[in-house]
């Protein structure tokens, strides 16, 4: 009889475990303004983003803004992994430049608070993801710039944001983490942006690039990577599928941990 109990609470705690091992996957959210200079405003998510973590094996949890930093710090003990997801632009302010005329600045609240959830994720080891203004801001988190609009600035320059033509391909660099992840060299992405990294910060690594020569995919310190593409709009396409594959890898090793 006694050893039958234990065999049963070893049981429980093997079930136990397989559940716990599920990573929870933090996301922010897009702000979207009812009344001029932010005063109020909406949050939300494409659901594109949530659909692609819970297909990857993870769970999704939306990030409102919270400005406090003992807050933040809370969160983040929370989650295994954290994804900061496409928006307007970064205020040129945050790379120690003066905005030009084609620019609209995002809300800065919201920046400031995915700032403080980068350096609490940095912290606890927590994997990050940026896509599209989530991979500007982990360059301009390093200390790098951008450019505020690709059109003027860079000469030859394809326009990524078309609406009727929002694939082109990309070139992944060797022996890079982007090539490690999608085991290729060239496909297509869905793009849908203006501005683009201009010079690399501290630490990162530009490891894909559109045939115009535009920064398409970075890498950073361990666990840190971005893409300027929104893979989470491409959900048929197996190559697009590793992406988060791989991010909820990372999370799930965290979580397990």
């Known amino acids: 009889m006694v050893r039958r109990r234990k065999k049963r609470r070893t049981k429980k705690r093997s079930i136990f475990h397989q559940k716990k091992g599920k990573p929870v996957i933090g996301i922010t959210c897009e ?13 939300y998510c494409d659901y594109r983003y949530i659909r692609a973590i819970i297909r990857a094996g993870g769970i999704p949890i939306l990030l409102p803004i919270n400005p406090f930093k ?12 954290l994804v900061i997801i496409g928006g ?25 608070f995915e700032m403080l959830l980068y350096r609490a994720a940095q912290k606890k080891k927590i994997p990050v993801l940026g896509i599209c203004y989530g991979m500007q801001l ?3 988190m390093h200390g790098g710039t951008l450019h505020q ?7 030859g320059a394809r326009n990524h944001r078309s609406k009727s033509s929002p694939l082109h391909k990309v070139e992944v660099q060797p022996g890079s983490l982007c090539r490690q992840i999608f085991k290729s060299h060239h496909f297509s992405v869905h793009s849908s942006h203006h501005q683009a990294v201009k010079l690399p910060g501290k630490l ?12 398409e995919a970075l890498e950073g310190p361990p666990r840190t990577f971005g893409v300027q593409w929104h893979p989470e ?5 197996l ?19």
Not at 31 to 43: C, G, M, N, T
Not at 88 to 106: L, Q, T
Not at 204 to 215: C, F, K, Y
């Open 31 to 43: 702000v979207e303004k009812k009344k001029p200079f932010f005063a109020e405003f909406d949050l």
């Open 70 to 81: 003992n807050n933040v710090d809370r969160l983040s003990e929370c989650i295994d992994g």
């Open 88 to 112: 307007a632009d970064i205020h040129p302010s945050f790379y120690g430049e003066k905005s030009k005329k084609k620019v609209v600045p995002i809300y800065r609240g919201r920046t400031y």
């Open 138 to 140: 982990l360059n301009v």
């Open 149 to 155: 609009d690709i059109q003027s600035e860079v000469k």
């Open 204 to 215: 990162i690594r530009i490891t894909a690039v559109s045939e115009d020569g535009i920064p």
């Open 233 to 237: 709009r491409q959900p048929k396409d």
């Open 239 to 257: 190559i697009q599928s590793k992406l988060f594959n791989y991010f909820i890898r990372l999370a799930r090793q965290r979580s397990e941990a």
